[in-house]
C-alpha cells in the first residue's frame, strides 16, 4: 500500500510555544490530504482537509489560527499548533488517498504533550 | 459525522473467527462502507471495503446486507495480533467524500 509518513512521532513542548508537525506522501502525489486529533481512549475526530495549493479546510468548531495547515506541495502538508496549551496535548494523524484509489492512508501520528 | 453504530467491545478465542457488526441505516445508494483497525497509539489501518456486494482479501471478508442498512467484518482466523480497535465508515458524497470515525469495536483477542 502507499506510504504517508508522519514526523516528529511526539513531542514535548512548553506552553505558549508552537509546534510544526509534518506529513508526506512518500510514493504518491496527493492534492488532499487530512488531519485528525484523537484524544485517549476516544475516537479520531477529523481536524481538517488540506488542499495543495490552496486554504485548507476546517471541521466545525477546529479554530483554523490555531491549527494553521500548509499544503504547499502535492507531497507535504504540514500542521502548526499555534500558541500551545495543555489543552492541545493529543495524538494528532495525517492521511492521504493516493489518485484513482479509494482508500486513505495514515500516518502513524505524533503525540504532542504540552507542559 | 459518523452514521454507524457498532458494540463498544468483544472478545474472540485465538483462532476462531472474529464477527464485528456495524449498523448504518441511514446509508445511501452511493455510499460505500469501509473499514479500518487502530492498534493503540498507531495510525489507523484499512481493511476492506464495498459498496453491495461482499468483499473478500487477504486480511478479512466484508459481508453487507441486501438492504445495505448493516454489515460485518470477519477476520476468519483470529490472532493475538489482532486485538485493536476497528472502525466501520460510510463514505459518499452525503459526507462529502470524508471518512469521519465512529467509537468503534475494541476487540480482544483472547489466548
Known amino acids: 500500500g502507499a506510504v504517508v509518513s508522519q514526523h516528529p512521532s511526539w513531542v514535548i513542548c512548553k506552553s505558549g510555544t508552537s509546534v510544526k508537525i509534518e506529513c508526506r506522501s512518500l510514493d504518491f502525489q496527493a492534492t488532499t490530504m487530512f488531519w485528525y486529533r484523537q484524544f485517549p481512549k476516544q475516537s479520531l475526530m477529523l481536524m481538517a482537509t488540506s488542499n495543495e495549493g490552496s486554504k485548507a479546510t476546517y471541521e466545525q468548531g477546529v479554530e483554523k489560527d490555531k491549527f494553521l495547515i500548509n499544503h504547499a506541495s502535492l507531497t507535504l502538508s504540514t500542521l502548526t499548533v499555534t500558541s500551545a496549551h495543555p489543552e492541545d496535548s493529543s495524538f494528532y494523524i495525517c492521511s492521504a488517498m493516493p489518485p484513482e484509489n479509494e482508500k486513505l492512508f495514515f500516518g502513524s501520528g505524533t503525540q504532542l504533550s504540552v507542559l | ?111
Not at chain 2, 453504530?5 to 460505500?32: F, K, V, W
Not at chain 2, 498507531?42 to 464495498?50: A, E, V
Open chain 2, 1 to 111: 459525522d459518523a452514521k454507524t453504530t457498532q458494540p463498544p467491545s468483544m472478545d474472540c478465542a485465538e483462532g476462531r473467527a472474529a464477527n464485528l457488526p456495524c449498523n448504518h441505516s441511514t446509508i445511501s445508494g452511493n455510499e460505500y462502507v469501509y473499514w479500518y483497525r487502530q492498534i493503540h497509539s498507531q495510525g489507523p489501518q484499512y481493511i476492506i471495503h464495498g459498496l453491495k456486494n461482499n468483499e473478500t482479501n487477504e486480511m478479512a471478508s466484508l459481508i453487507i446486507t441486501e438492504d445495505r442498512k448493516s454489515s460485518t467484518l470477519i477476520l476468519p482466523h483470529a490472532t493475538l495480533r489482532d486485538t485493536a480497535v476497528y472502525y466501520c465508515i460510510v463514505r459518499g458524497s452525503n459526507t462529502g467524500n470524508q471518512f469521519y470515525f465512529g467509537t468503534g469495536t475494541s476487540l480482544t483477542v483472547i489466548p
